[in-house]
């Protein structure tokens, strides 16, 4: 839902300020506590819309990423 979206934002924004060079999804999945099941839909839903970017196995910033 969308609670769920804007906390992905968030996590995203975080990881991103913290690594530049992106995050992958087990980093992700440490940060929330979330299992791989669950985060990674929700990941891809970042990536669709432009939040993130999916270079190989990390995520880099998107053009809609909000900045921090």
Known sequence: GQVAERLGIA???DL???SPEGFT???????TGA??????PLVTELDSRGVTRRRDDVRI???RLPAR
């Open 11 to 13: 996590v995203a924004a």
């Open 16 to 18: 991103l300020v913290a």
């Open 25 to 31: 999804v087990a980093q992700f999945r440490d940060v």
């Open 61 to 63: 910033a998107g053009p």
């Open 35 to 40: 299992s791989r099941k669950y985060v990674l």
